[in-house]
Structures are given as structure tokens and as C-alpha cells.
């Protein structure tokens, strides 16, 4: 057997392919990492009840799952780490984008509840990608609920719109917080230092292991610090250049079967 004890694995891209259906051969090795007691979790920008269907198919429901690109890791119904966002900030820079660019769209995510104020082209068509449903509300009202952590927002919007919102959002006014493009027409904003590298951290903290004894999987730039941070770091092979490059190994693509063969070659050897 391979040293490696915990797999943490990007979702999209990676575990699924441009079908959005599950690696098969990824799926039938599922229970041999279960006997070796080795954890599969999984790492992504989506909502837990974006994740948890996933999880289900696979039959590991009783790992882990870093929701929202590691802003809050849970197994089950408990939370087992979280990094909020500060609502000062939130409401001041969704004041800001209000005034500044009315026509995108956004979105507040607190544990399983994805919320927007009006249900507009941009929240169907990412219903329509997650299969799940807003609650369509005033955004003031979970901004002002002290008991409900925030943990990510979702800016979406013509590309053009969104990358000129990206690049004039003035960091100074906004300490605690990041703000990254996970696509072209996406913004996606979190608490500072909130990131799959961190959440290999605490994931690995949490299970008593080295991170020698990691293996991560992962197809995007986001994936990259948590791939280089791993004592595996696998690239997929429909990863752009950069990120392969900075991986210890790169497998097959995501329509070729890439991270059962990943799992097969380098865990359960």
C-alpha cells in the first residue's frame, strides 16, 4: 500500500466529467479506500447541498466536505471548521456593487442556504448548473441576522461587467476579505485566507496526519496551492499548462477516467 492516507478532490473537472457524470472508475475504488480507512473528501467552491448529491453517489457521506473552497468544512450536520465573512465588509461592498454595477447579479451563501433578492437570468442558469433553488429575500435581512454566518458571495454578470467590477474593487476598503475570478463571469468572495490549501491544513490537522500522507487532486488554478502543498499534488490532464506544471504528477483528463487512475497509481498500490 501507498503511504497515502486522506484524498482531498477538487469537484468539477476533476471527479466529473464535461457530462457533470461521476468517474466510474473513481466510484468502484470507493469501497477499497473505505477498508483501508483512508477518507475521501471532497474540496469546491459549491454549497453543501450542491456537494451533498455528489457525496451521495460516491458513498462517502460520512466524510468530510470542504464547501465554498474551504470557508466551512463539515462532516454530516457538524461543523468542523468555518471561516465567515465580515458582514461589515459584505454589506458595505454589496452597497457598493449595488450602486456601481445594478445589473449583476448577487448571490449570499450561509451553510446550506443560497439567498438573492430577485431571481434573475444568471441565478436560473446556476440553479439550473446545481440543481438547487434560492430563497429570494431581501439581502439586508441575513446581513443583519447575527446568528447566520456568511460564507461566500456570488457575483455573476457579463463577463466584461464583471471583470471591470474585479478590477475596481479597492482592497484597502476591504481587509478582511478576498475576492477571485473562478470564471470569467463569476466573482466569488470569501473571508481572507480562506482556500483549498488552507483547508488541506486543517483537514490534515484534523485526521493527526502529514501532509506527505495527502494526496490532492485538482484541475484549476484554484486547485494549485493545495496540489503543490500535498506529498501528491495530481493534476488532471485537462488542467491549463501552469497548473500541471506545478503538480507532482498529471493523469488522464476528466473524460478519461483521470482520478480513478490517479487513486489507483498512487494510493491503492
Known amino acids: 500500500m501507498s503511504h497515502i492516507r486522506l484524498i482531498i478532490s477538487d469537484i468539477d473537472g476533476t471527479i466529473l466529467n464535461d457530462h457533470h457524470q461521476i468517474d466510474p472508475e473513481l466510484a468502484a475504488l470507493i469501497p477499497d479506500l473505505k477498508r483501508e480507512e483512508i477518507p475521501f473528501v471532497l474540496a469546491s467552491a459549491r454549497s453543501p447541498k450542491g456537494m451533498a448529491p455528489i457525496a451521495e453517489e460516491l458513498g462517502i457521506e460520512d466524510c468530510p466536505m470542504a464547501c465554498y473552497n474551504g470557508a466551512l468544512i463539515q462532516k454530516g450536520e457538524q461543523v468542523l471548521f468555518e471561516h465567515p465573512l465580515d458582514k461589515n465588509e459584505a454589506r458595505q461592498f454589496i452597497d457598493w456593487a449595488n450602486q456601481h454595477f445594478p445589473q449583476v447579479s448577487i448571490n449570499l ?156 497509481t498512487y494510493v491503492l498500490i
Open 109 to 264: 451563501y450561509s451553510g446550506k442556504d443560497w439567498m438573492t433578492d430577485h431571481l434573475d437570468q444568471w441565478s436560473q442558469e446556476e440553479a439550473r448548473i446545481t440543481g438547487e433553488k434560492p430563497h429570494i429575500l431581501p439581502l439586508l435581512d441575513p446581513l443583519m441576522d447575527a446568528t447566520k454566518p456568511l460564507h461566500k458571495l456570488l457575483l455573476i454578470g457579463e463577463a466584461e461587467e464583471i471583470q471591470a467590477l474585479y478590477r475596481s474593487i479597492s482592497a484597502d476598503d476591504f481587509p478582511s476579505t478576498a475576492f477571485y475570478l473562478s470564471k470569467a463571469n463569476y466573482l466569488e468572495v470569501t473571508a481572507k485566507h480562506v482556500s483549498k490549501e488552507d483547508a488541506l491544513v486543517e483537514l490534515s490537522n484534523h485526521y493527526h496526519l502529514s501532509l506527505e500522507e495527502v494526496l490532492t487532486m485538482g484541475d484549476n488554478f484554484n486547485d494549485l496551492p493545495m496540489l503543490k502543498k500535498a506529498g501528491i499534488g495530481v493534476a488532471m490532464g485537462n488542467a491549463p499548462q501552469e497548473v500541471k506544471d506545478g503538480a507532482a504528477v498529471v493523469t488522464k483528463t476528466n473524460n478519461e477516467n483521470g482520478a480513478g487512475q490517479a487513486v489507483e
